[in-house]
């Protein structure tokens, strides 16, 4: 059984376009991420969410929201789509309150805005 | 301001080479270094580290932390081509996130 999944693994979409990434986790986490891998393969933290609080990395711009509808989702809705978006979202978890935090990724969605 | 930062960049050896990753860090409320591989898809799991001086092995990976120094290294010994990928180190810091450093880009040439 897949322990973290995302769809789509890929999504090409035109400038100005709304779209959405789905992630799942079936780890029993508490703890779920979004990220970010540029083409220079450096992975930034975009999100963290529990189920008390979103962090949110301050360089994220306000077109990126997560949607959490429940703990064992967490969706990347972006708005206004825009070249410099494209890039891999990786979404992870993790089980925080375990003092254990390793980290578990999905597979990965490949986004190229034209 | 926390900061990751891993040397090389990259790294081309020859199978059977010995090869040392290191990742050195400034990370307010330490909680422990975890390192990845990160071959053509996701990052795997490789290590967890929150003791200094305790060496972590899994086959011919070894990874070490000095918590005195802020660094740590991963050490991949008789290396073969399929431990060709960029290897990552991260912090989990005390508000839910981890930190990546920029990661090394290992290539292992037959």
């Known amino acids: 059984d897949t322990a973290v999944s995302q769809t789509p693994k890929y999504l090409v979409t035109q400038m100005g376009n709304d779209k959405s990434i789905k992630c799942e986790q079936n780890l029993g986490h508490d703890t779920m991420y979004w990220y970010k891998q540029d083409s220079k393969k450096f992975l930034k933290i975009m999100f963290s969410?529990?189920?008390?609080?979103?962090?949110i990395n301050e360089t994220v711009p306000n077109r990126f929201s997560p949607k959490s509808p429940d703990k064992a989702h967490l969706n990347l809705h972006i708005n206004s789509l825009e070249l410099g978006d494209s890039a891999v979202y990786f979404c992870?978890?993790?089980?925080?309150?375990?003092?254990?935090?390793?980290?578990?990724f999905g597979p990965g969605t490949r986004l190229l805005v034209l | 301001e926390d900061k990751v930062v891993q040397s090389p960049l990259s790294l081309v050896v020859h199978e059977g080479d010995t090869v040392t990753l290191n990742c050195s860090y400034e990370?307010?409320?330490?909680?422990?270094l975890l390192w990845y591989k990160q071959e053509k898809k996701a990052p795997t799991f490789l290590f967890m580290l929150?003791?200094?001086?305790i060496e972590k092995k899994s086959g011919r990976l070894s990874s070490i932390l000095d918590k005195k120094e802020l660094f740590s290294i991963l050490n991949i010994t008789a290396t073969q081509t399929g431990d060709s990928a960029i290897y990552l180190c991260a912090f989990p810091n005390t508000g839910n996130q981890f930190y990546f450093g920029t990661g090394t880009s290992l290539t292992v040439i037959p």
């Open positions: 969410y529990n189920n008390k609080e979103l962090i």
């Open positions: 992870a978890s993790s089980l925080w309150t375990s003092g254990k935090e390793t980290q578990y």
């Open positions: 929150t003791s200094s001086g």
């Open positions: 990370v307010t409320n330490f909680r422990s």
